[in-house]
Nanobody, 126 residues
Framework: QVQLVESGGGLVQAGGSLRLSCTASGRTFSSSSMAWFRQAPGKGRDIVAGISGTGGSTFFRASAKGRFTISRENAKNTVYLQMSSLKPEDTAVYYC???????????????????WGQGTQVTVSS
């Protein structure tokens, strides 16, 4: 059984930082993309950042560029999202996602990901 378990969410003041971690079990994802999505109340689930299997290709939503970084440690089957200069509009539930197949580009749509974590709440106070 494949599981993705996120950790690292919490409450932080605007301008602060958080690092989210997501560890997969049940299979390895070293050949496929992993990503972080977020969903605010009443809104859809949108990609924040994604990373290819080798880590050589990444994607960031426009609002995350320059503030967030994504990395992975395939030996630990883990992906990270380092978030800095956080803003109240970053408040959301953050989900880790993993694709089951290799793609040359990092997919940005949630339908391209087959496995999901349970989500971790990130709240940024003003």
């Amino acid at each position: 059984q494949v599981q993705l378990v996120e950790s690292g969410g919490g409450l932080v003041q605007a301008g602060g930082s958080l690092r989210l971690s997501c560890t997969a079990s049940g299979r390895t994802f070293s050949s496929s993309s992993m990503a972080w999505f977020r969903q605010a109340p009443g809104k859809g689930r949108d990609i924040v950042a994604g990373i290819s299997g080798t880590g050589g290709s990444t994607f960031f939503r426009a609002s995350a560029k320059g503030r967030f970084t994504i990395s992975r440690e395939n030996a630990k089957n883990t992906v990270y999202l380092q978030m800095s200069s956080l803003k109240p509009e970053d408040t959301a539930v953050y989900y880790c996602a993993a694709a089951s197949r290799y793609t040359s580009m990092v997919p940005v749509g949630h339908m391209s990901y087959d496995y999901w974590g349970q989500g971790t709440q990130v709240t940024v106070s003003s």
